[in-house]
T-cell receptor
Framework: SQKIEQNSEALNIQEGKTATLTCNYT??????LQWYRQDPGRGPVFLLL?????KEKRKERLKVTFDTTLKQSLFHITASQPADSATYLC???????????FGTGTRLTVIP | DVKVTQSSRYLVKRTGEKVFLECVQD?????MFWYRQDPGLGLRLIYF???????EKGDIPEGYSVSREKKERFSLILESASTNQTSMYLC???????????????FGPGTRLTVL
């Protein structure tokens, strides 16, 4: 069955550094992968989508890579700020269905 | 901007009560979803709907039912609430096939349900 693993439950990083979050998946070859941000007590918000034929996608200080050989996506936040503190979820399309399967998330804390 | 609203932010109910959670989206989305989110378990899909009056079971449908009488509204029903249904409930919607098949989901703010 499909499985998603996000590298760690929590990640602390100093302000100004680059945060790197990892999403690994098994038993599947998805056509795309998505990243969401979730603040405490709120619903997730869509950030970026990357397709299987794209190696990298950027949006302002965010960068996502997608390595279909390693079955891994990396999510980078450059010049991190305390306002970037949140939980970040990766999501894959479910095999044979038009909906998503979410990872459990990584809680990022950016320390001033 | 897509807006997904949920009827309550916080709800406290007693064991055995029937509970209705309402979700409304304003973007004419085909797909709507109900999730629950618990610490360490992430988002788990309860039910989803691809169209009016259509419903499909997700990963954890037991103890829940849903209703979609109008395209913009998707209701989650707990027939007889139990303490293990205490959780954060999140509704989401997506374009479906009209969205190019990428199913980007838009979430409501969530309802934190406590069952005593």
């Amino acid at each position: 069955s499909q499985k998603i693993e996000q590298n760690s439950e929590a990640l602390n990083i100093q302000e100004g550094k680059t945060a790197t979050l990892t999403c690994n998946y098994t038993n599947y070859s998805p056509a795309y992968l998505q990243w969401y941000r979730q603040d405490p007590g709120r619903g997730p918000v869509f950030l970026l989508l990357i397709r299987e034929n794209e190696k990298e996608k950027r949006k302002e200080r965010l960068k996502v890579t997608f390595d279909t050989t390693l079955k891994q996506s990396l999510f980078h936040i450059t010049a991190s700020q305390p306002a970037d503190s949140a939980t970040y979820l990766c999501a894959l399309p479910r095999s044979g269905a038009n909906n998503l399967f979410f990872g459990t998330g990584t809680r990022l804390t950016v320390i001033p | 901007d897509v807006k997904v609203t949920q009827s309550s932010r916080y709800l406290v109910k007693r064991t055995g009560e029937k509970v209705f959670l309402e979700c409304v989206q304003d973007m004419d989305h085909e797909n709507m979803f109900w999730y629950r989110q618990d610490p360490g378990l992430g988002l788990r899909l309860i039910y989803f709907s691809y169209d009016v009056k259509m419903k499909e079971k997700g990963d954890i449908p037991e103890g829940y039912s849903v209703s979609r009488e109008k395209k913009e509204r998707f209701s989650l029903i707990l027939e007889s609430a139990s303490t293990n249904q205490t959780s954060m409930y999140l509704c989401a919607s997506s374009f479906g096939l009209a969205g190019g098949g990428t199913d980007t989901q838009y979430f409501g703010p969530g309802t934190r349900l406590t069952v005593l």
